[in-house]
């Protein structure tokens, strides 16, 4: 029901533009967010928002990096990336229906995630 594209390699310092697609006009209504895991990490939420797109959460490692955003008309999460460093290589997954206030607790739908490769 969700499905993310946009991932792929890019040298340090370039950006990305991840998108996440909803199948349904129900996910108009919940909070969503971005999550990411790397190899032998625990998985980490990146970026949270409000249903409404008014609000979000960044995490440390992403403030003033990344920027979330999300159209309802289009049924579409969004994560642009920029500044893009080797640490920031992990899966990347869009989640939807949790607390978007602290990115992280249960989410109940699940992406099956996209790769990003920060690399020269």
């Known amino acids: 029901q969700l499905v993310e594209s946009g991932g792929g390699l890019v040298q340090p310092g370039g950006s990305l533009t991840l998108s996440c697609t909803a199948a349904?006009?129900?996910?108009?209504?919940?909070?969503m967010g971005w999550f990411r895991q790397a190899p032998g990490k625990e998985r980490e939420g990146v970026s949270c928002?409000?249903?409404?797109?008014?609000?979000?959460y960044y995490a440390d490692s992403a403030k003033g990096r990344f920027t979330i955003s999300k159209d309802n008309a289009k049924n579409t999460l969004y994560l642009q990336m920029n500044s893009l460093k080797p640490d920031d290589t992990a899966t990347y997954y869009c989640?939807?229906?949790?607390?978007?206030?602290?990115?992280?607790?249960?989410?109940?739908?699940w992406g099956q995630g996209t790769q990003v490769t920060v690399s020269s």
């Open positions: 928002i409000h249903w409404d797109g008014g609000r979000a």
């Open positions: 349904e006009s129900t996910f108009r209504d919940l909070n």
């Open positions: 989640a939807a229906g949790g607390p978007y206030d602290v990115c992280s607790g249960q989410w109940p739908y």
